[in-house]
């Protein structure tokens, strides 16, 4: 189901109105990366294979594999890529699908592991050389590079809306139940117009998001 307009776009302005646009972002050169790839640039993906690395290493041991395991998980993870290239359908997703994928594979990683300790062990005793570790159910690192993403993303769609929009949008973010009449009396606005002027903005900004191949906000 989708979620209403002035829930989910505007929930998400909320936390990026305040943040100013990055020029170009991790997401970025991994569509960049991918186009290249599928033009039969290979070498064009080694960079920001180095840059991404970090990032889904940390997101790999972040759900519970050994060390000694990440490398090899974060491997299958390329090389799903170069396996599914052609069927990502949208390149700016790219980032997104890396991220994923290293994280269901860690899940597997880690079940197979605990999978092999109980064959290994008749009676499981609960001393620290034989207890599973068990994946960290806060937020991983990843998830701080998706949000700076969907901010990028959202700031640069902003930034086409006409001013009137932009001014009534950034009022409107600033509270879970913003108050009409302060936001009147800021821009001069009649108080039962705000409502109806804030659907059709945030229609706007969801053209506008849509337009630049920003699927997951529809």
């Known amino acids: ?68 395991g990440a490398d090899d998980v974060v491997q299958q993870t390329w090389a799903a890529l170069v396996r599914h290239a052609d069927s990502i359908d949208e390149p700016k997703a790219t980032l997104k699908w890396l991220l994923v994928t290293a994280r269901r594979a860690a899940w597997e990683a880690v079940r197979k592991d605990r999978t092999d300790d109980v064959r290994r062990t008749e009676l499981p005793d609960d001393d620290a050389e034989t207890t599973t570790t068990l994946p960290d159910p806060a937020p991983g690192p990843e998830a701080e590079v998706l949000r700076n993403e969907r901010d990028r993303a959202l700031w640069a769609a902003l930034a086409e809306l006409p001013e009137r929009c932009r001014e009534l949008l950034r009022l409107v973010s600033l509270a879970d139940r913003p108050d009409y009449r302060s936001i009147s009396a800021a821009i001069g606005m009649p108080v039962g117009s705000i409502g109806a002027t804030r659907g059709r903005c945030l229609a706007k900004l969801r053209t506008v998001l849509t337009e630049r191949g920003e699927t997951s906000w529809t």
């Open 1 to 68: 189901m989708r979620p209403p307009e002035s829930g989910y776009v505007a929930g998400a302005a909320r936390g990026a109105m305040n943040r100013p646009a990055e020029t170009s972002s991790l997401g970025d050169r991994a569509a960049e990366a991918l186009l290249a790839f599928r033009e039969g640039r290979p070498d064009a993906m080694s960079g920001f294979v180095r840059e991404a690395n970090p990032l889904l290493w940390r997101t790999v041991r972040s759900q519970g594999v050994a060390r000694e």
